[in-house]
């Protein structure tokens, strides 16, 4: 584990190629309320609109989120679509020169309609998806253009990745001329295949990652055990000269498969799914990083394993940080620092839980000596929404509220403390003396403060109020406090003292 958080934490910035179908994807948000008169169907009341890259655009926005320097070859229509995506590659700083405008084509969009339920309570369906594509094969002028440009750029690449979707860009001839370069320039070139049954295309690629549902097609081995995985990547490794299979098989993690036949699964974490949508494109995004990096096959599979995990946490096809990663594998030591989030990591987090309709939940404080007090208060706030987030005071801060000599219990284990309870759901340290900085990050639905407060003003509740969330005043326990507990310490301290020196005394 350790191996791995170093791997991750010193990730350089390899020159990745990342050549395959082309998409944009756009996500239609809204509640649905009532069924239309004129059919049964839903009726989404719109709310917002977003726009991603998808299928190999995935790969790309992966990668530059984990720091490569990306070079992209596809191709898009001469349409609005297709500069919606140039200009994201744009802001996101790829190389875009291997980009072919095909006239005689679209460029492919997925359009999916996203629909909070009403009778649900809470959480996000996928009602609709309309795809705008046309699938034929590259005009042999085209694959020409594709093939001058990698012949260009491929020698300076340090990996090689192909995302086939089977839309018609990666001809059998465009495929063979791929592997062939790759050869020629020593390049590890790594394929997530299309879903055929003849895979002799892939021939001579160092790797390839299919899932399962793909790798029983491609072998007619119907995968139920650890032989079957043997003996399907010993088929597709000895067919097609590969160096590694990588097969994802679910909720079962992942096989690598060596050409010496060595295989080994790794198993994923459980957790909730909430949409595949982007785990193969992670899979793939996070063998080039590492491989790309002077990194192992061997070392990639448990990485690759961890951030596909993360992603089917996510709506669509969402990029993976490293924070993410580094959070997930930190975690895997111990449940409690799993809550323990840096903002970075906890902003992804509650992206992802605003799209379920999730109400979150704030509260914020020092909470050096844990008491019944701050119990109830934190129950009190997780009744308030669906989850909760503790803004926590690191030491420097509590110091500069209360003095030098605060806190009396040092932050990692305050962290801990509030992170072992059932009530709250994550916990992020902040340095300043007031959260207003950390409000304005998470975004809460509600903000919670002591009774205290009520008069003096709470911090951050102009800022919520501003947005349509909610201030809520929580009742105090009487008489308990962190000042109160101490000097009932150090009074029976000293009453022990005193009785102490007087049975002395009277010996």
Same mark, same amino acid.
């Given at each position: 584990m350790d191996n791995l958080v170093n791997i991750i934490s010193n990730l350089g910035s390899p020159k990745i190629m990342v050549?395959? /179908?082309?998409?944009?994807?756009?996500?239609?948000?809204?509640?649905?309320?009532?069924?239309?008169?004129?059919?049964p169907i839903p009726i989404i009341n719109v709310s917002s609109e977003d726009v991603r890259p998808g299928g190999a655009g995935?790969?790309?926005?992966?990668? #530059?989120?984990?720091?490569?320097?990306?070079?992209?070859?596809?191709?898009?229509?001469?349409?609005?679509?297709g500069h919606t995506l140039m200009g994201i590659f744009k802001q996101l700083g790829v190389e875009t020169a291997g980009i072919i405008v095909d006239k005689s084509r679209p460029t492919i969009m997925k359009m999916r309609f996203m629909g909070h339920l009403q009778t649900a309570g809470k959480g996000v369906q996928q009602l609709l998806r309309v795809d705008y594509e046309k699938t034929h094969v590259i005009s042999a002028e085209i694959e020409t253009?594709?093939?001058?440009?990698?012949?260009?750029?491929?020698?300076?690449? /340090?990996?090689v990745l192909v995302s086939d979707m089977n839309k018609g860009l990666? +001809?059998?001839?465009?495929?063979?001329?791929?592997?062939?370069?790759?050869?020629?320039?020593?390049?590890?070139?790594?394929?997530?295949?299309?879903?055929?049954?003849?895979y002799s295309c892939y021939e001579g690629f160092t790797a390839m990652t299919p899932n399962r549902n793909e790798t029983e097609l491609a072998t007619g081995i119907k995968i139920t055990d650890n032989d079957t995985l043997h003996r399907a990547g010993n088929k597709l490794v000895s067919n097609l000269s590969l160096e590694y299979c990588i097969i994802t098989i679910d909720k079962d993690g992942m096989f690598l498969y060596h050409k010496n036949g060595s295989g080994k699964i790794i198993p994923t974490v459980p957790r909730a799914v909430f949409d595949v949508t982007g785990a193969g494109d992670m899979v793939l995004s996070m063998f080039g990083m590492v491989v790309g990096s002077g990194h192992g096959f061997e070392e990639a599979a448990p990485l690759a394993n961890v951030a596909a995990g993360i992603e089917v946490g996510k709506i669509g096809a969402t990029p993976v940080s490293k924070a993410e990663i580094l959070s997930e $594998?930190?975690?895997?030591? *111990?449940?409690? *620092?799993?809550?323990? #989030? /840096?903002?970075?990591?906890? /902003?992804?987090?509650?992206?992802?839980?605003?799209?379920?309709?999730? #109400?979150?939940?704030?509260t914020?404080?020092?909470f050096d000596i844990l008491h019944i007090g701050h119990i109830e208060y934190l129950k009190f706030a997780r009744k308030q929404g669906d989850l909760l987030v503790i803004g926590l005071n690191t030491d420097r801060s509590?110091?500069? $509220?209360?003095?030098?000599s605060r806190p009396f219990v040092s932050e990692t284990e305050r962290a801990r403390m509030l992170a072992a309870l059932e009530d709250v759901t994550y916990v992020v340290l902040f340095d300043e003396q007031t959260p207003l900085n950390l409000i304005k990050a998470v975004r809460p639905?509600? $903000?919670?403060?002591?009774?205290?407060?009520?008069?003096?003003?709470?911090?951050?509740?102009?800022?919520?109020?501003?947005?349509?969330?909610?201030?809520?005043?929580?009742?105090?326990?009487?008489?308990? +406090?962190?000042?109160?507990?101490?000097?009932r310490i150090i009074k029976r301290h000293s009453e022990t003292e005193t009785l102490k020196d007087a049975v002395g005394q009277t010996h």
């Amino acid at each position: 584990m350790d191996n791995l958080v170093n791997i991750i934490s010193n990730l350089g910035s390899p020159k990745i190629m990342v050549i395959g /179908d082309l998409m944009l994807d756009k996500y239609v948000w809204g509640e649905v309320k009532r069924i239309s008169q004129e059919a049964p169907i839903p009726i989404i009341n719109v709310s917002s609109e977003d726009v991603r890259p998808g299928g190999a655009g995935s790969v790309v926005n992966n990668l #530059k989120t984990l720091g490569a320097q990306v070079f992209v070859c596809g191709i898009i229509g001469d349409d609005a679509h297709g500069h919606t995506l140039m200009g994201i590659f744009k802001q996101l700083g790829v190389e875009t020169a291997g980009i072919i405008v095909d006239k005689s084509r679209p460029t492919i969009m997925k359009m999916r309609f996203m629909g909070h339920l009403q009778t649900a309570g809470k959480g996000v369906q996928q009602l609709l998806r309309v795809d705008y594509e046309k699938t034929h094969v590259i005009s042999a002028e085209i694959e020409t253009l594709l093939n001058n440009y990698l012949q260009k750029t491929i020698p300076s690449c /340090d990996v090689v990745l192909v995302s086939d979707m089977n839309k018609g860009l990666l +001809s059998h001839s465009f495929l063979k001329a791929i592997a062939t370069l790759c050869k020629k320039y020593k390049k590890t070139a790594i394929v997530d295949p299309k879903l055929v049954n003849d895979y002799s295309c892939y021939e001579g690629f160092t790797a390839m990652t299919p899932n399962r549902n793909e790798t029983e097609l491609a072998t007619g081995i119907k995968i139920t055990d650890n032989d079957t995985l043997h003996r399907a990547g010993n088929k597709l490794v000895s067919n097609l000269s590969l160096e590694y299979c990588i097969i994802t098989i679910d909720k079962d993690g992942m096989f690598l498969y060596h050409k010496n036949g060595s295989g080994k699964i790794i198993p994923t974490v459980p957790r909730a799914v909430f949409d595949v949508t982007g785990a193969g494109d992670m899979v793939l995004s996070m063998f080039g990083m590492v491989v790309g990096s002077g990194h192992g096959f061997e070392e990639a599979a448990p990485l690759a394993n961890v951030a596909a995990g993360i992603e089917v946490g996510k709506i669509g096809a969402t990029p993976v940080s490293k924070a993410e990663i580094l959070s997930e $594998l930190m975690s895997g030591k *111990s449940q409690l *620092s799993g809550k323990i #989030k /840096d903002i970075e990591v906890l /902003d992804g987090i509650l992206n992802e839980h605003r799209k379920k309709n999730d #109400k979150i939940v704030f509260t914020n404080g020092c909470f050096d000596i844990l008491h019944i007090g701050h119990i109830e208060y934190l129950k009190f706030a997780r009744k308030q929404g669906d989850l909760l987030v503790i803004g926590l005071n690191t030491d420097r801060s509590v110091q500069s $509220l209360k003095g030098p000599s605060r806190p009396f219990v040092s932050e990692t284990e305050r962290a801990r403390m509030l992170a072992a309870l059932e009530d709250v759901t994550y916990v992020v340290l902040f340095d300043e003396q007031t959260p207003l900085n950390l409000i304005k990050a998470v975004r809460p639905d509600v $903000l919670v403060k002591g009774e205290d407060w009520k008069n003096a003003g709470a911090v951050g509740s102009e800022i919520v109020e501003a947005y349509g969330g909610k201030v809520v005043f929580a009742p105090f326990v009487e008489g308990i +406090s962190t000042t109160n507990i101490v000097s009932r310490i150090i009074k029976r301290h000293s009453e022990t003292e005193t009785l102490k020196d007087a049975v002395g005394q009277t010996h």
